[in-house]
């Protein structure tokens, strides 16, 4: 088939090289690109402007934007669907760039505990409006299930966290390269997607860059799957295609305490503590600002997953106070404060000869660097023996085991998983299809949306979810028109 190149195309592709020169077609893929030597408007494609949809489907083409966990998946499986469909994966970078180095190279998969509230508290953007079928479709056990009959052995740790059994994220990656490959998916690495247009008859344009080579192509497509992560060139084919951007700010990240003391605790964890996030720009009271798990002490601040729920679940707010604000730690959360009282006291009362610092009450729990930290901060000096200790003191040890205070002065960098809130409003999309509800045809999977879970394998889940929705969507309407040809 061939046709006179509209004028918008030749326009638009003048527009980006000054030349002049000739057309290169190239259909083997059912898709065109034109190198920026090109003078000639006539051209050899699969899709003809105006075309009903039976005359097209051998030849249609998705492009997937983004060559990460939803883009590979989301191409995977609309090509399982649809065998005809030519699927063409653009990735400026490495392929499964993040999965490579996620979970500490382990890749954290998934989560396998939470089928029930699966949403509600774990993702901080996205736990409203993810409730309805989207994890039903295809959630983590389904993600389990597709990994392992291709031939990834998974196991489900303690706290539901699901790697591959080689605790490797290679596993996973070749997993996922030798399907899509296998399947016919095309892949194409240190391309940059740079822009995005959609005609009358609704087919897209994308000018795609080779920065090595310095060449740009043009692609027409059919379908447009942005999978762009949390990219802001992502972010600006959304915005060119209609879409608007909910302003991207970073969470899951540590905190970072000034305090000099705290410093030589480096290294402590707690394997439950209740923190609770004071800010001065948030007055009503927010419950997910309260979380409980075990928490970890960094030689900048705190860390481990109650204070990265928190800065997740806070994200926002603590981008808008300049992550300034009070910390509360609850450091023995299964004690009423009365009780913490009498314990001291007959902590008290049995070893009033004994130096407080080496008789920390056993039930307590609490490392000796820890309940020396506490003690300081009191004012009580190494050699205090119990017998010195008022009973004001022991009360004031008490609540400040319950409250303890932390001025947060800022953000820490939180190598292990950190994502970003913000990116395409969930309102803008179908969450059946993964459709956009302003262009046809164009969809969304994966960190390019404004969904951000807590750790734990929710952030892959998400992507796996919605490039699998979207997957089946194009697939299924690609399988449908192909079943169309030659039909009356
Ligand atoms: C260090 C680290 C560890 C993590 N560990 C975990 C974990 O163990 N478990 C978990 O659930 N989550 C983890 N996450 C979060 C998880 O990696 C992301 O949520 C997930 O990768 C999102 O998948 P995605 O496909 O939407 O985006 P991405 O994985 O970011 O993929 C998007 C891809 O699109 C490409 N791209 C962007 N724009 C363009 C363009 N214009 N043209 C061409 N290509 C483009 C990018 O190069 C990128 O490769 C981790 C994140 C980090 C940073």
Redesign the pocket.
């Known amino acids: 088939m061939s046709f006179t190149l509209p004028r918008y195309f030749l326009r638009f592709h003048l527009s980006f090289t000054s030349r002049t020169a000739s057309t290169r077609a190239k259909n083997n893929h059912g898709y065109l690109f034109l190198a920026p030597k090109a003078n000639t408007t006539k051209f050899t494609t699969a899709s003809i402007p105006g075309d009903k949809p039976q005359k097209l489907s051998a030849e249609e083409l998705l492009v997937v934007?983004?060559?990460?966990?939803?883009?590979v998946y989301g191409a995977i499986r609309a090509k399982t669907v649809a065998s005809n469909l030519n699927v063409l994966v653009?990735?400026?970078?490495k392929l499964l760039?993040?999965?490579k180095?996620?979970?500490g190279g382990r890749?954290?998969v998934t989560n396998g505990h939470c089928a029930d509230n699966l949403v509600r508290y774990h993702y901080p953007r996205g736990n409203k409006e993810l409730r309805g079928s989207f994890f039903n479709v295809h959630g983590p056990t389904d993600t389990m299930s597709w990994f392992v009959d291709k031939g990834v052995d998974l196991k489900t740790e303690d706290d539901g966290r699901v790697f591959p059994v080689s605790n490797n994220s290679s596993s996973v990656i070749d997993c996922l390269l030798s399907e899509a490959k296998c399947r016919g998916v095309s892949l194409q690495t240190e391309?940059?997607?740079?822009s995005a247009s959609a005609s009358a008859s609704g087919k897209f344009l994308l000018k795609i860059e080779k920065r090595t080579l310095k060449s740009v192509e043009l692609v027409e497509a059919y379908y447009l799957l942005i999978?762009?992560?949390?990219?802001q060139?992502?972010h600006n084919?959304a915005v060119q295609l209609g879409h608007s951007i909910v302003d991207p700010v970073p969470s899951l990240f540590t905190f970072k305490i000034e305090d000099a003391q705290l410093v030589e605790l480096s290294g402590v964890t707690f394997s439950k503590v209740i923190v609770k996030l004071k800010l001065e720009n948030v007055q009503r009271n927010i419950p997910q600002l309260t979380q409980v798990g075990p928490m970890l002490v960094t030689h900048w601040g705190l860390s481990g997953p109650a204070i990265l729920r928190l800065s997740a679940w806070g994200a926002r707010y603590l981008y808008s106070s300049g992550y300034k604000g009070k910390l509360i730690v609850d450091f023995v959360p299964d004690l009423h404060v009365e009780d913490l009282k009498s314990m001291l006291s007959q902590q008290k009362n049995r070893f009033l000869k004994q130096k407080v610092l080496n008789s920390c009450p056993m039930e307590l729990q609490l490392v000796k660097r820890f309940w020396k930290y506490i003690l300081d901060r009191e004012g009580l000096v190494g050699d205090t023996l119990w017998a010195s200790v008022s009973n004001s003191s022991i009360v004031s040890i008490a609540n400040l085991l319950k409250h303890c205070t932390f001025e947060v002065k800022g953000k820490g960098q939180f190598?292990?998983?950190?994502?970003t809130a913000g990116g395409v409003p969930l309102s803008e999309i179908h969450l059946n299809t993964m459709e956009s509800r302003i262009q046809p045809n164009l969809y969304f999977?994966?960190?390019?949306l404004n969904v951000d879970?807590v750790t734990g394998?929710?952030?892959?889940?998400?992507?796996w979810s919605g490039g699998y929705i979207a997957g089946s969507t194009i697939g299924r309407l690609a399988a449908g028109n192909a079943n169309l040809v030659g039909a009356p």
Not at 65 to 71: C, I
Not at 191 to 194: E, G, H
Not at 415 to 419: L, M
């Open positions: 934007v983004g060559g990460g966990a939803a883009g653009i990735e400026k970078g760039s993040k999965v180095i996620s979970g890749c954290n391309k940059l997607v740079t999978a762009s992560g949390s990219s060139q992502g084919l190598k292990d998983e950190f994502v999977a994966g960190e390019v879970g394998g929710f952030n892959f889940q998400n992507a």
